[in-house]
Structures are given as C-alpha cells and as structure tokens.
C-alpha cells in the first residue's frame, strides 16, 4: 500500500504560494501542488479563474457564518470532498457540467448517509478485531 504513495510524484507535495486579491485586501495562500490542481479542475468546470472561485468559496463562507480562521484548510476539505464525490459516483469528473448545476441537495444527502453506514461499517471492524 505505502508504495502507491511513496512512490508518487513528490511534487505533489510541494508547496506552492499564490498571491490573490479578496475584496481588494491582497493574501497569499500557501497549498500544495496537489490541491492547487483540483482547485483548478473545479475552477475550469464552472468557467472561472481559480482566483474567482476562491474569492466566491470565500464570500459564500461568510455568508453561511463559516468560521474561515484556516481558510487554506477549507479550501484542502473542498478539494478532497470533490474527489471523495467522484469516487462514490455522484459526480462525473470529466463532466462539463457546472457544479452550480448539480442536484446539490441530493448529493449532500447520499454524501450524509454513506458518511453514517462507513462509521457503523468502521465501528464494527474494529469492535471485532478488539474482541478477537
């Protein structure tokens, strides 16, 4: 198993700093190659520049009374819930459809319930091998 990772291109890792401007206060975020690849995919899914759609992820946050005191990490999350949807079918990575256009409320709700069925899953493997 470790040889899938290890053996991976380490400049997926590597950090990579972006400078942006978020209501015309200039930031910098720091992610790794990795991310700032799945952040362009999502970005180039629905037409924008990565920098728009950070400064939308950004206002929506505070529209929704996020706590966005590690936003670099948010930003981690999105991206790795946006393979985790791929992975279990419920979106289509090579789609052209903009994710502003997915059956969102849908999707939360399958996302909740195998969320559920993997920690009961998850308990139970490890309350059967505790007992052996």
């Given at each position: 198993m470790c040889q899938l990772f290890i053996n991976a291109d380490?400049?997926?890792?590597?950090?990579?700093?972006?400078?942006l401007r978020i209501?015309?206060?200039?930031?910098s975020i720091r992610l790794e190659t990795f991310f700032w690849e799945i952040l362009e995919e999502l970005?180039?899914?629905?037409?924008?520049t990565v920098n728009q759609m950070i400064t939308k992820l950004y206002h929506e946050s505070l529209d929704a009374d996020?706590?966005?005191s590690n936003f670099t990490s948010f930003l981690r999350v999105c991206a790795s819930r946006y393979l985790s949807l791929i992975a279990d079918g419920?979106?289509?990575r090579e789609s052209d459809t903009s994710l502003s256009d997915v059956g969102t409320q849908d999707i939360l709700g399958q996302e909740s319930i195998r969320r559920r069925e993997r920690k009961v899953r998850f308990n139970h493997a490890i309350n059967k091998h505790s007992i052996n």
């Open positions: 380490n400049q997926l890792w590597a950090y990579k700093t972006k400078s209501d015309g206060v200039v930031t970005s180039f899914r629905d037409q924008i996020h706590d966005i419920d979106l289509i």
